[in-house]
């Protein structure tokens, strides 16, 4: 299903950022998903990719950005 960018996202991460006492698990991250869209987060182990599931799901809150 191909989606118009005039569609309203339905998640915005804006410059999200997350540390861990002095580890920066994830730095300026933005990403938007539209209704329609499958996305996938890949990374080798460590890279922030269950940091990031755990921020928008308020799991930890977030050191900067918005969500």
């Known amino acids: 299903m191909k989606t118009s960018n ?3 996202p339905l998640l915005t991460v804006d410059k999200l950022s997350l540390t ?3 580890v920066q698990a994830i730095a300026d991250l933005s990403l938007e998903v539209r209704p329609g869209e499958v996305l996938a987060v890949i990374g080798p182990n460590g890279a922030g990719k269950t940091s990031l599931l755990n921020a928008v ?7 900067g950005g918005q969500i």
């Open 6 to 8: 005039a569609t309203p």
């Open 57 to 63: 799901t308020r799991v930890f809150d977030p050191s």
């Open 20 to 22: 861990f006492g002095g």
